[in-house]
C-alpha cells in the first residue's frame, strides 16, 4: 500500500518555463510534507517544505501547495533552470515520530 | 554538504556475510534514521533511533539491526546477507525526536551495497 504516491516517473521543461511536480497520499493523519531533490551518488538535499495547518509556502524560484481536500501536494519551480535537473521526491510525516514516507521520484530534465 | 556522514561509501560482499554500515548525525542532532533505496524504488524507512533509543520502526528485517552508541553515531548491521538486499542506504539525522513542525531530516550521501 502506497501512502505516498508520484505518478509522473519524468518530466521535460524549457529552461525559463515552469515546472509543476505533482504529489499525492492517501493518510490523512500526515501533518508535514517535504521536497527532496536528488543527484546521481549524492543523498537527498531537503528543498521545502509545508505543515497540513499552511495551503502554500514560498521560497525563492520553489513554492509549494498543499490541498488537502483533494490530499494533494505539488511543487512549482520558476523559472526552471538546468540546475534543477535532478530526481524530486516527496515525502510525509506523520505521528510523534520523523518516520517519512517517500514517492517513488520525479526525474526532472531541464533543457537549456 | 549536510553534515551527516556514512561509511564506507561502496561495499561489495557475498551473500550470506555480514556488513556493518556507519553513520555520524550533524553535529547537535538526537536522532538517526535509516533508509533503504532498491532500484527503482523510493526511499523506505528502515529505523529511526532519539538519544540511544529505538524511537521508530519500519519494514525493517530481522536480519537487519541498528543501534546509536553514547557518543550518537548509529550503525546498520546487515546479516545473512541476499542478493536483494542490495541497496543504497541512507542515513539521515534531526535535531529532535521527529515529530515537531518544521523539523528537517538531512540525509547523508549513502552506501551503495552490493551483494554477490
Known amino acids: 500500500d502506497q501512502q505516498v504516491k508520484q505518478n509522473s516517473p519524468s518530466l521535460s521543461v524549457q529552461e525559463g518555463r515552469i515546472s509543476i511536480l505533482n504529489c499525492d497520499y492517501t493518510?490523512?493523519?500526515?501533518?508535514?510534507f517535504l521536497w527532496y531533490k536528488k543527484y546521481p551518488a549524492e543523498g537527498p538535499t531537503f528543498l521545502i517544505s509545508?505543515?497540513?495547518?499552511?495551503d502554500k509556502n514560498e521560497d525563492g524560484r520553489f513554492t509549494v501547495f498543499l490541498n488537502k481536500s483533494a490530499k494533494h501536494l505539488s511543487l512549482h519551480i520558476v523559472p526552471s533552470q538546468p540546475g534543477d535537473s535532478a530526481v524530486y521526491f516527496c515525502?510525509?510525516?506523520?505521528?510523534?515520530?520523523?518516520?517519512?514516507?517517500f514517492g517513488q521520484g520525479t526525474t526532472l530534465q531541464v533543457k537549456p | 554538504d549536510s553534515g551527516v556522514t556514512q561509511t564506507p561509501k561502496h561495499l561489495i560482499t557475498a551473500t550470506g556475510q555480514r556488513v556493518t554500515l556507519r553513520c555520524s548525525p550533524r553535529?547537535?542532532?538526537?536522532?538517526v534514521y535509516w533508509y533503504q533505496q532498491s532500484l527503482d524504488q523510493g526511499l523506505q524507512f528502515l529505523i529511526q533511533?532519539?538519544?540511544?533509543?529505538?524511537?521508530a520502526k519500519g519494514n525493517i528485517l530481522e536480519r537487519f539491526s541498528a543501534q546509536q552508541f553514547p557518543d550518537l553515531h548509529s550503525e546498520l548491521n546487515l546479516s545473512s546477507l541476499e542478493l536483494g538486499d542490495s541497496a543504497l542506504y541512507f542515513c539521515?539525522?534531526?535535531?529532535?525526536?521527529?515529530?515537531?513542525?518544521?523539523?528537517?531530516?538531512?540525509f547523508g550521501p549513502g552506501t551503495r551495497l552490493l551483494v554477490l
Open positions: 539521515a539525522s534531526s535535531v529532535g525526536g521527529g515529530g515537531q513542525f518544521q523539523e528537517t531530516q538531512y
Open positions: 493518510n490523512s493523519m500526515f501533518d508535514y
Open positions: 509545508i505543515s497540513s495547518i499552511k
Open positions: 515525502a510525509a510525516r506523520g505521528g510523534n515520530t520523523g518516520k517519512l514516507i
Open positions: 553535529s547537535g542532532d538526537l536522532s
Open positions: 533511533y532519539y538519544n540511544g533509543e529505538e524511537r
